[in-house]
């Protein structure tokens, strides 16, 4: 794209103010700036609108599609048996969603690439991978694994990935993409500019991720080679289990359009989001939108109703998020601390909301589904979340959590 090609487009939406320091640029910046603005998806500034009018919930009631620890135990055999059948065949993808930075964790590199190691280097990455080779040397057979980074980490998940040889895995199943980035604007509705060269964007959310990789070109060829189900999950969980036959084989063995693995909760009040029905549909529910009575309601069996927490690792059937990709996701408009170039040309890093991003999110994917599978884990088994650096989810808690589990650090 040229730069009266740029204006003209920009001029359409009102948006011509990101070309206000074009002459004072490198030939590379102003090339890095034009790619952005024939890349940026200016329909978005078009909900800015109805920013009041997010859409409310339905009638959430509790979920009737679960099984158990007791219950799988008690089947584990003929569900693991049907999984590893799946995989063996092909079946089952998986895909490690990795686009962020472990910059909470103090580091400038991506999150998946954070040392947890204490006699020795052990980095996320690594722990995942090794979970997933689990699987690989059980079934006899390469899982695809499909790495979605972002525009910040990519090059350099992909060069950590080369230089740690793939830490074992066959690196002809793995494949990289890179997650759709969304403009960030004003309260008024003007994209922001992150830097004179740089419109300011960011990912599009964690329910972003099958679009991204739609436009990458891989459901295509995850589609050409048999992939019929796809297992997605969070870089930071170091405990859990990938592509996990048990929970295939449970999804596919009960008719399951998709699955959730879950955590019981610990408490009424724990802040996590829960596994629902919202009008029949499968659905999450947020902990601060739980009504007292609901935090505390018992079922039948005594049990809190409203007790399955997500853990974000999902098993979706491919046909129907093709099926669904049709239908547009919701897009969620989010205030956020924005940096951007000032009127005066300054860089500024506001320590207020100052603007809107736009995000799409995978509880939307859960409720576009016919029906998810709540498939109850151990969460000292499967939960290890490193979201800070010390504290509730931190790396402090992960490191004990792998130890239990037998893991030497």
């Not at 899982?143 to 080369?162: C, H």
């Not at 659905?283 to 069996?301: C, G, W």
Request: hydrophobic fraction near 40%; include cysteine.
């Amino acid at each position: 794209m040229g730069y009266q090609e740029a204006y003209e487009l920009l001029e359409k939406y009102g948006q011509t103010h990101l070309l206000k320091y074009y002459d004072e640029l490198t030939e590379e910046q102003r090339r890095e700036l034009l790619n952005q603005i024939s890349e940026l998806d200016f329909d978005l500034l078009k909900l800015l609108g109805n920013q009041q009018e997010e859409a409310e919930k339905g009638v959430i009631t509790p979920l009737d599609d679960a099984v158990s620890i007791k219950e799988i135990e008690e089947n584990r055999e003929r569900y693991t048996q049907i999984g590893t059948d799946a995989i063996r065949q092909g079946k089952v993808g998986a895909i490690l969603l990795a686009g962020g930075m472990g910059t909470r964790l103090g580091s400038d590199k991506p999150k998946g690439m954070y040392n947890i190691g204490e006699t020795k280097d052990v980095y996320i990455f690594e722990m995942l991978i090794n979970n997933l080779m689990d699987v690989v040397n059980a079934t006899g057979a390469w899982v695809p694994l499909y790495i979605m980074t972002s525009e910040k980490n990519d090059l350099d998940t992909r060069q950590f990935f080369k230089d740690m040889d793939y830490f074992g895995y066959n690196p002809e199943f793995v494949d990289f993409f890179v997650q759709e980035m969304a403009p960030a604007a004003t309260f008024d509705g003007k994209i922001f500019l992150e830097e004179k060269h740089r419109v300011a964007t960011s990912p599009n959310g964690n329910g972003g991720w099958f679009i991204s990789f739609e436009k990458a070109g891989l459901a295509a060829k995850a589609k050409a080679n048999g992939v019929e189900y796809l297992n997605i999950f969070a870089v930071d969980n170091v405990c859990q289990r990938i592509a996990d036959p048990c929970f295939v084989g449970a999804m596919i063995d009960g008719n399951y359009r998709s699955a959730s693995k879950v955590v019981s909760k610990t408490a009424p009040e724990e802040k996590v989001g829960v596994l629902c029905l919202e009008d029949g549909k499968p659905s999450i529910v947020e902990y601060y939108e739980l009504t007292e009575e609901m935090r505390y309601q018992k079922d039948d069996a005594g049990e809190l109703a409203y007790r399955y927490g997500v853990i974000l690792n999902y098993l979706f059937n491919m046909e129907d998020l093709e099926k669904n990709l049709e239908n547009n996701m919701a897009v969620h408009i989010v205030k956020k601390k924005i940096q951007h170039v000032n009127e005066a040309g300054e860089v500024v890093k506001p320590e207020t909301e100052n603007g809107f991003k736009f995000e799409t999110l995978v509880l939307d994917m859960v409720h576009m589904m016919d029906n998810c599978l709540a498939y109850e884990v151990v969460r000292e088994k499967e939960f290890a979340p490193i979201k800070n650096k010390t504290g509730v989810d931190s790396v402090d808690s992960a490191k004990e959590l792998l130890k239990l589990n037998g893991v030497t650090l």
